[in-house]
């Protein structure tokens, strides 16, 4: 018998220990279909400020560096930024690169206070959470609007 259940059978045992939850790997796509909208307001702040920071720093960086290049180069480097960001393609990358930064920069400042011992609550961090979520989609859709119709 184990040790800490010594009436416990065999069967109970294995019954026991295969109630027990086991942490799973979970991919991408179950992340953004079934999990991520399950989650708790604060987990999905959590989660997207981490996508976010990648999504700024592995397209953000190259595309702004390759866009200021080519603004900088010459007359006809500079026809074919304005050509990129007028793109539909350009304002839609531009526009994923907004919402990165609106997100990063709420979630950030929502970190920072986390980390300063306010909102720790758990009613307090829920509605920070639901906060920041707006205001990084407000924010969005703000910019966004003077990107798409200038």
């Known amino acids: 018998m184990a040790q800490g259940h010594p009436a416990e059978t065999p069967e109970q045992r294995r019954a026991r220990r295969a109630a027990v939850k086991k942490p799973t790997n979970v991919g991408l796509d179950q992340l953004l279909g079934h999990y991520l909208p399950a989650m ?21 960086i190259p595309f702004v560096l390759y866009l200021l290049s080519q603004s900088l180069t010459s007359e006809a480097s ?33 970190f920072i206070i986390l980390d300063m011992h306010f909102l720790t609550e758990k009613p307090q961090a829920m509605r920070s959470a639901l906060v920041v979520l707006g205001a990084s989609l407000v924010m969005t859709a703000i910019f966004g609007g003077m990107l798409l119709f200038s």
């Open 40 to 60: 708790a307001p604060a987990a999905q702040v959590s989660i997207l400020h981490r996508a976010s920071g990648m999504l700024m720093f592995l397209l953000g």
């Open 78 to 110: 500079f026809a074919q930024y304005s050509a990129v960001v007028h793109s539909w393609f350009g304002k839609l990358v531009l526009l994923a690169l907004i919402w990165a930064f609106c997100h990063h920069l709420c979630a950030g400042i929502r």
